[in-house]
Structures are given as structure tokens and as C-alpha cells.
């Protein structure tokens, strides 16, 4: 028998790969919606308390972001339905980092507020720079900042899972064309996205883990 923790790490990579696949093959975006829900709640099992509102408050806050970078024409998706978004992109960034944190795990680090000042600058940078080569240049610096900050093995670990991550989503999403950026990046994704999927994975670990840990449910909620 495969080893529980064995077990876990092959049904989040299938899982992985299949959201990939509805992502790219799945022809609409309701399609896409419902064929990713019921993935999820299969694959992920059971969720707690905790990593449910995490999930919720992700998909909250990343829509907001979209919405503001969406606003810069930083990027565009090919057919949305609602504030330039389709319908299952309100869902995906809850089940990134939900997927991040089953995948690499760990324990969560204790409360820096210097992270919550560095994550600010962060959304900010996002939601107000619509120059990809200022941006990727401003961002870049604050992901350096924060690695000199926050450099636990850990840490690099939740940097270096949303960096690969990233790449295979946003890659997915070009060449299937769900999402285009404009001036014709090479591949068709701007550089910047390292430091988009980067800071995430690094602000998940930092600020998101320790909220979610303090308030884990020890009796733990089946979907």
C-alpha cells in the first residue's frame, strides 16, 4: 500500500492535471465551472472550517484584483460574463492556494507584519501599473525584499510550487486561448507572472497559513 502522505501528494497532482485539461478542453465556461466544482469537492475530500473561509476569502479577494488589473489591460480573458471575468475565474484562485497548501503543507510560521506591509505594496504594484516591464521591475524588487525577509526552507518551497504552478496555469490558459496579454509577450506570458505566482505562494505561507492555523476546527467538515 502507498503511504498516506504518498497517496495525497498522487491525488493532488492528478488533480492538478485534470484542472488543467477542463481548463484548456472543456468548451464553455459554465462547462468549465461544473466540471471543476465536482473535481474539487472529489478530490480535496475534506475541508475544514478554516480552509474553507480560506478558500472563500481567496476568491473574494483575487476577484477584486483581477478586476482592478483587468481595468489596467494588463490582461484580457477571451469570454467573460461578468466584470470582464467568465464564471468559473471567480472560483480558481480560492482552489490555487487551497491546492498549494495540501501539496507542500508544513507548519505555518509565526505572525510578521512587516509581511503584511510588503503584501500591500504588492497588490497595490498589480492593481495600479499597467507598463508590464515597470511592473515586473517594481514586483520583482518587493519578491526580492520579501525572500531577505522570509527565506525558510519552507518559504522558498511555497515560492518555488506557485512559481511552477503559474507557469503550467498561465501557459494552459494562453495556448488554449482562455486569457491573452497584450504587446505579444515571448510565449505569450509576460514575465511577470514569476513574481505574480511567487509573491502569492510567499504571502500564503506568511500571512495566510498563520490565520489559518490559528483558527483550524478540530472537528473537520466533509464536501
Known amino acids: 500500500m502507498l503511504a498516506p502522505v504518498l497517496a495525497n501528494r498522487l491525488i493532488l497532482l492528478f488533480q492538478f492535471l485534470a484542472t488543467l485539461t477542463i481548463l484548456a478542453l472543456v468548451p464553455t465556461n459554465l462547462g ?30 483575487f476577484t477584486a484584483m483581477n478586476a482592478a488589473s483587468l481595468k489596467q489591460g494588463i490582461f484580457s480573458f477571451s469570454r467573460p460574463d461578468f466584470l470582464g471575468m467568465p ?3 471567480f472560483f480558481m484562485w480560492g482552489f490555487y492556494l487551497l491546492h498549494t497548501k495540501r501539496m507542500v503543507g508544513g507548519v505555518a510560521p509565526q505572525k510578521r507584519w512587516d509581511a503584511w506591509a510588503l503584501a500591500v505594496l504588492y497588490a497595490l504594484a498589480f492593481g495600479a ?11 520583482a524588487t518587493l519578491l526580492l525584499i520579501g525572500i531577505a525577509l522570509f ?14 504552478f503559474g507557469a503550467a496555469v498561465e501557459y ?47 472537528v473537520r467538515l466533509r464536501l
Open 151 to 164: 527565506h525558510e526552507p519552507l518559504d522558498l518551497g511555497y515560492v518555488g510550487y506557485m512559481v511552477l
Open 87 to 89: 464564471v468559473y475565474e
Open 129 to 139: 501599473i499597467p507598463d508590464p516591464h515597470l511592473l515586473l521591475a517594481v514586483t
Open 172 to 218: 494552459t490558459g494562453v495556448w488554449s486561448g482562455q486569457w491573452t496579454y497584450p504587446g505579444e509577450p515571448l510565449g505569450g506570458v509576460p514575465l511577470w507572472f514569476i513574481t505574480l505566482w511567487g509573491g502569492v505562494g510567499l504571502f500564503l505561507r506568511r500571512i495566510v497559513l498563520p490565520i489559518v492555523a490559528n483558527f483550524e476546527a478540530p
Open 32 to 61: 468549465k465551472l461544473a466540471a471543476l466544482l465536482s473535481l474539487w469537492l472529489i478530490t480535496f475530500r475534506r475541508l475544514s472550517g478554516a480552509e474553507f473561509a480560506m478558500y472563500c476569502g481567496a476568491c473574494l479577494f
